[in-house]
């Protein structure tokens, strides 16, 4: 089946850029959704088809997907950007939706 | 906005069914979208259970394919989940979710979760 790998954790320092990679066989074929979960909180989408916004998430979160990783940045990190970030895809090999490990933000 | 509210009991026995409904509001299940179950073990990541359409259309995790069933009730404008043969391993805390998806020359495809429900946890203990 179809595996998607992230980092579990990554550090930034807030005004700093963030960068949370999701691995992927030719990732770049498919499209790629992100989520962000903060403690106790669902799962809210922050990017969806790589790249694209829903119309409340600050332009700060941007994604991009090509060859083997996709990747979601945020620019001008700040405190509550602090949380756990999800990458999922819809692998037509198997119709299976596939999620990412999650990887931990820390804001230092 | 549509608005998604998980019900069902916190606490099910090993062995038993656990059974879920999704109330969905400010929205028409039968005006299309899928609607999803994805549950999270507590202190660990995301896991598709399955997703059905307005017309009962399923598609499911392989993992959980022999134990779940999805289904949808457009006059209550809710769906439900059944997972059968619980262990402790399905404690989870559970979500429904919308989700676009459709079939193009023969093709299905999945995409995003939005809005999602806020969740509720399902305890499998005797």
């Known amino acids: 089946s179809y595996v998607l790998t992230q980092p579990p954790s990554v550090s930034v320092a807030p005004g700093k850029t963030a960068r949370i990679t999701c691995g992927g066989n030719?990732?770049?074929?498919?499209?790629v959704h992100w989520y962000q979960q903060k403690p106790g909180q669902a799962p809210v989408l922050v990017i969806y088809?790589?790249?694209d916004r829903p119309s409340e998430i600050p332009e700060r979160f941007s994604g991009s997907n090509s060859g083997n990783t996709a990747t979601l940045t945020i620019s001008r990190v700040e405190a509550g950007d602090e949380a756990d970030y999800y990458c999922?895809?819809?692998?037509?090999?198997?119709?299976?939706?596939?999620f990412g490990g999650g990887t931990k933000l820390t804001v230092l | 906005q549509a608005q998604l509210q998980e019900s069902g009991p916190g606490l099910v026995k090993p062995s038993e069914t656990l059974p879920l409904t999704c109330a969905v509001s400010?929205?028409?299940?039968?005006?299309?979208?899928?609607w999803g179950w994805i549950r999270q073990p507590p202190g660990k990541g995301l896991e598709w259970i399955g997703s059905?359409?307005?017309?009962?259309?399923?598609s499911y995790n392989p993992s959980l394919k022999s134990r779940v069933t999805i289904s949808v009730d457009t006059s209550k404008n809710k769906f439900s989940l059944k997972l059968n043969s619980v262990t402790a391993a399905d404690t989870a805390v559970y979500y429904c979710?919308?989700?676009?998806?459709?079939?193009?020359?023969?093709?299905?495809?999945?995409?995003?979760?939005?809005?999602w429900g806020q969740g509720t946890l399902v305890t499998v203990s005797s």
């Open positions: 030719n990732i770049g074929s498919k499209s």
């Open positions: 999922q895809v819809w692998d037509s090999s198997s119709n299976h939706v596939v």
């Open positions: 400010n929205y028409s299940i039968s005006s299309g979208f899928y």
């Open positions: 979710a919308r989700q676009p998806g459709g079939c193009s020359s023969g093709d299905c495809y999945l995409n995003w979760f939005d809005p």
């Open positions: 059905i359409n307005h017309r009962g259309s399923t």
């Open positions: 088809y790589d790249g």
